[in-house]
């Protein structure tokens, strides 16, 4: 183990899949094609050339489906599922009931974390809820940050939880849910406290553009607009779209 590992299991608790059906031994981890197609490029495709290269015998690609709206990483080779199963117990199918590999050090535990938040969590930002009949800045603007964690598996948000606190952090739990009658409860939890959410950029930070770039505008302007694209925040970044210009300064 070390902490570029601890960092790729992350990335596969959180978007990963692991399959022996028919006889056939196939490792993928996928996102979406247009929030996360550099994060693949610049990110987890070399970074798994680095770790596995060798054992694989080939260079790693990244596949992307434009139809489906999807891009990952699709590795069809018996051998390499094999080793990730013996070494670190990785299971097939699907990832309610997991084996966490016990991480020797804080090292560990931050990249470890962080490759999990960058594929599975998100990083949003709120009003301030306190009622008040004078429109300000906070009530106005999505200024206050939150980092939250949401996985169908309770043992994966357990284990998260108090890796999180063994780092210093105050996570807090979200009663599980279910969206859908015929879907599976999701778990989650939160770092909701700037301190908390200053602390995670600090220590741990992310990789993946599709969380950094929300930070960025935030660090510029002291908030982020909610539900805008990949595409729009780098527009914001590069000075061609105002964040302003998603609000109309009435209050929903």
Same mark, same amino acid.
């Given at each position: ?7 790729? #299991?992350?990335?596969? !608790?959180? *978007? ?15 996102? *979406? ?5 550099? %994060?693949?490029?610049?990110? &987890? ?8 290269? @060798? ?21 069809? =080779? ?7 199963? $013996?070494?670190?117990? #990785? @299971?097939?199918?699907?990832?309610? =009931? ?8 804080? $090292? ?5 974390? /962080? ?10 930002? +709120? ?8 429109? =300000? ?6 200024? @206050?940050?939150?980092?939250? #964690? ?12 108090? &890796? ?8 807090? !739990?979200?009663?599980? /849910? ?5 879907? =599976?409860? &999701?778990?989650?939890?939160?770092? *909701? ?9 600090? $220590?741990?930070?992310? /990789?993946?553009? @599709? ?7 935030? /660090?510029?302007?002291?908030? +982020?607009?909610?539900?805008?694209? !990949?595409?729009?925040?780098? $527009? ?7 964040? %302003?210009?998603?609000?109309? %300064?009435?209050?929903?």
């Amino acid at each position: 183990m070390n902490k570029r590992i601890a960092e790729f #299991l992350g990335w596969y !608790f959180g *978007d990963g899949c692991l399959s022996t059906k028919s006889g056939k031994f196939e490792f993928t981890i996928t996102g *979406d094609l247009k929030e996360e197609i550099s %994060f693949y490029e610049e990110v &987890m495709v070399p970074q798994c050339n680095k770790l596995f290269g @060798k054992l694989l015998k080939k260079e790693v690609k990244l596949r992307k489906y434009p139809s489906v709206g999807v891009c990952g990483i699709y590795i069809f =080779n018996k051998n390499f599922v094999n080793y990730l199963q $013996e070494s670190y117990g #990785l @299971k097939a199918g699907k990832k309610l =009931n997991v084996n966490i590999p016990n991480f020797q050090t804080l $090292e560990e535990k931050r990249h470890f974390l /962080r490759g999990l938040f960058d594929t599975d969590g998100s990083i949003y930002f +709120c009003r301030c809820n306190v009622k008040t009949k004078k429109v =300000n800045f906070y009530n106005t603007f999505h200024s @206050k940050p939150k980092i939250k #964690l949401a996985t169908i598996s309770e043992g994966l948000i357990k284990k998260a939880f108090i &890796m999180l606190t063994e780092l210093g952090f105050s996570p807090r !739990f979200y009663s599980p /849910r279910k969206q859908r009658p015929y879907e =599976n409860t &999701m778990y989650s939890i939160v770092l *909701d406290t700037k301190i908390n959410v200053e602390k995670w950029l600090l $220590e741990i930070g992310f /990789r993946s553009q @599709k969380h950094s770039t929300k930070v960025e505008i935030w /660090r510029k302007y002291g908030f +982020c607009p909610p539900h805008t694209t !990949f595409a729009q925040r780098q $527009e914001i970044i590069s000075g061609k779209m105002s964040p %302003f210009s998603f609000y109309s %300064f009435k209050r929903e």
